[in-house]
């Protein structure tokens, strides 16, 4: 498009420096000679922030999608620990699976207006998590005597 405004291509190579190749800000401003007094003007360029801004969401993007393709296997991990023979791994697998973030589907499904005893709205266990965590917990308590 005729006369649009776009970034210089320095400024396009140290974007992608930034995003792309793994390195902290300072080393891509000094493998590519750009004075910090330079860097922050770009930092006030429209363009410049606008396209910094359109990377960082791709990465966030980026860094959910992976941590929701391991979600299953981290649980499952979760779940084995609390059968952990040390006390205090089990406590703690069994604490971090109470306390996971539910999905949206999730909290779709729990009661209008149900809340804990802060006040706040009560997260729900699904029964088979919550029958692993007792006999877990009962186990633990067992060993514990």
């Given at each position: 498009?005729?006369?649009?405004?776009?970034?210089?291509?320095?400024?396009?190579v140290?974007?992608?420096?930034?995003?792309d190749?793994?390195m902290d800000?300072?080393?891509v401003l000094?493998?590519?000679?750009?004075?910090?007094?330079?860097y922050?003007?770009?930092?006030?360029?429209?363009?410049?922030?606008?396209e910094f801004?359109?990377?960082?969401?791709?990465a966030y993007?980026?860094?959910?999608?992976?941590?929701a393709k391991?979600?299953a296997?981290?649980?499952?991990?979760?779940?084995q620990l609390?059968?952990?023979d040390n006390?205090?791994t089990?406590r703690?697998a069994c604490?971090?699976?109470?306390s996971l973030?539910?999905?949206e589907?999730q909290?779709?499904e729990?009661?209008v207006g149900?809340?804990?005893g802060?006040?706040?709205?009560a997260?729900?266990?699904?029964?088979e998590t919550?029958?692993?965590?007792?006999a877990?917990l009962?186990?633990?308590?067992?060993?514990d005597?």
């Amino acid at each position: 498009m005729a006369g649009e405004k776009q970034l210089s291509k320095k400024q396009f190579v140290v974007i992608n420096d930034l995003f792309d190749v793994g390195m902290d800000e300072q080393a891509v401003l000094d493998k590519h000679h750009i004075s910090r007094s330079v860097y922050n003007k770009w930092l006030t360029n429209e363009l410049f922030v606008k396209e910094f801004s359109r990377r960082m969401e791709w990465a966030y993007k980026q860094s959910e999608a992976l941590i929701a393709k391991y979600a299953a296997v981290a649980a499952a991990k979760l779940v084995q620990l609390t059968e952990s023979d040390n006390p205090e791994t089990a406590r703690k697998a069994c604490l971090d699976i109470i306390s996971l973030p539910k999905t949206e589907a999730q909290k779709k499904e729990q009661p209008v207006g149900a809340k804990n005893g802060d006040g706040k709205e009560a997260e729900q266990l699904s029964p088979e998590t919550a029958s692993r965590l007792l006999a877990a917990l009962a186990e633990n308590g067992k060993k514990d005597k």
